[in-house]
């Protein structure tokens, strides 16, 4: 049976994934760690793909004199000795508790707090890498935007890792552009986490004579995304750390300049981060036409109800409309996201040179892949196996005009 005790050991965290976004999400939860001793070891590791950078004379870290601005250098080193990430953060000051680490088994050894940030298609492999080398109790929190969508369902990535560890994990997304989080831009974001019952820290009831539990909190099953019970067996978090709630990841993730609220629907935070990709793809053809704002919210409007509905409708025991309407992960992101982001932009620029958006992102992203074209795929083909095309004109008509079979000018017949 789980016992009640002291917090007498405090989590370790690693970062795994030291891009843009990982190195910024590295630097908030060092300044955190520092700021709360109580809960946290202080020195949280980041995991970065080793490779060879030369620092650019124009670097602001740049110095003839020194050995550091002598040839290719290893990328970790650089970090560590300038406390910056020159190559995919540069000109932010990384706080002097972040250790880039290029072992990911070594990262990660004896964390009991795991945040994911890397391209989603390296999951699986990342994942196959760590089986065997984490504490079988550590918590996960997903940073990887989107879901995996296929004929046959849609899979979180939370629960991707999830599933591949044996742990739990939840999720973080919002409207957060990793260059204005670094820079403290102040902006908001929404953390997806529902403690497994196997943590609970229910005290013993109060009363003269309470009766002993018989509850055993090892044997609780936790429910995944769908309301079913989860395929995981989790094991319990030793009671002698700090419980991992709501209240202790707002005090790993707040910053005054990075506000984040935590809720439970892990679902529909996931969700969030991946459909609004769609939108704004429908919102840059908007712009594309030169249509106006009023259409660009129409566009909008529309497209946040189709998010809420498909939520609904394949995640019905565990998303909440409000995780949509009212969350940076929904409402704010798809603003974002319809303002400016790269899905709208490619979409825009598609519409003005007469090409396809992929040739544009080809272009303009040297070859990477929008995120948007590819849920939009994945999207279409999940609907269309069960029938459901006509209740997301909006989803199935942007894929339509990415591939060719309607024009932009039919949006608003579509739409009707």
């Known amino acids: 049976m789980a016992t009640l005790g002291p917090s007498s050991k405090k989590h370790k965290v690693t970062v795994v994934g030291s891009g843009n976004w990982g190195s910024a999400i590295a630097k908030i939860v060092a300044e955190n760690t520092a700021a709360h001793p109580e809960s946290f070891e202080v020195p949280v590791n980041m995991w970065v793909f080793e490779e060879t950078v030369t620092l650019s004379p124009k670097s602001s870290r740049f110095d003839a004199n020194s050995p550091l601005s002598t040839g290719p250098q290893k990328l970790t080193h650089l970090i560590n000795e300038l406390h910056e990430n020159v190559k995919y953060l540069p000109d932010i000051a990384l706080p002097k508790n972040v250790i880039a680490n290029p072992s990911l088994v070594?990262?990660?050894?004896?964390?009991?707090?795991?945040?994911?940030?890397?391209?989603?298609?390296?999951?699986?492999?990342?994942?196959?890498?760590?089986?065997?080398?984490i504490v079988p109790y550590a918590r996960g929190v997903s940073c990887i935007k989107g879901v995996a969508v296929s004929e046959n369902g849609v899979s979180l990535f939370s629960e991707v890792i999830g599933e591949?560890?044996?742990?739990?994990?939840?999720?973080?997304?919002?409207?957060?552009?990793?260059?204005?989080?670094?820079?403290e831009k102040w902006c908001e974001t929404t953390i997806a986490y529902d403690p497994p019952p196997q943590d609970s820290r229910n005290p013993t009831p109060k009363g003269p004579s309470p009766a002993a539990s018989s509850l055993n909190l090892t044997e609780l099953t936790h429910r995944d995304s769908s309301g079913m019970q989860s395929k995981i067996k989790l094991q319990a978090l030793p009671t002698n750390y700090p419980p991992i709630d709501h209240d202790l990841l707002k005090s790993l993730f707040y910053r005054p300049y990075f506000h984040a609220r935590i809720v439970s629907d892990v679902a529909g935070v996931s969700l969030g981060g991946a459909l609004k990709n769609v939108v704004a793809i429908a919102a840059g053809f908007v712009d594309g036409r030169?249509?106006?704002?009023?259409?660009?919210?129409?566009?909008?409007?529309?497209?946040?109800?189709?998010?809420?509905?498909?939520?609904?409708?394949?995640?019905?025991?565990?998303?909440?409309?409000?995780t949509f309407t009212e969350e940076s992960s929904g409402v704010a992101d798809l603003v974002t996201s319809c303002s400016g982001g790269r899905n709208h932009r490619c979409a825009k620029l598609a519409i003005e040179r007469g090409m396809s958006v992929d040739d544009v992102a080809d272009k303009e992203l040297n070859g990477q892949k929008l995120q948007g074209t590819l849920t939009a795929v994945e999207v279409n083909t999940f609907l269309k196996k069960r029938g459901l095309e006509d209740k997301f004109p909006l989803f199935t008509a942007v894929y339509g005009i990415l591939e060719g079979r309607v024009k932009v000018d039919d949006l608003p017949d579509l739409l009707e």
């Open 164 to 183: 591949k560890l044996g742990i739990y994990c939840g999720a973080l997304s919002g409207a957060n552009i990793a260059s204005e989080v670094a820079q």
């Open 290 to 322: 030169g249509w106006g704002d009023n259409a660009k919210a129409a566009v909008m409007r529309i497209g946040l109800l189709e998010m809420v509905k498909f939520g609904k409708m394949f995640f019905a025991h565990t998303v909440h409309a409000e």
């Open 106 to 133: 070594d990262s990660v050894k004896n964390s009991t707090i795991l945040i994911f940030n890397l391209p989603h298609q390296f999951i699986g492999g990342i994942c196959d890498q760590l089986k065997g080398h």
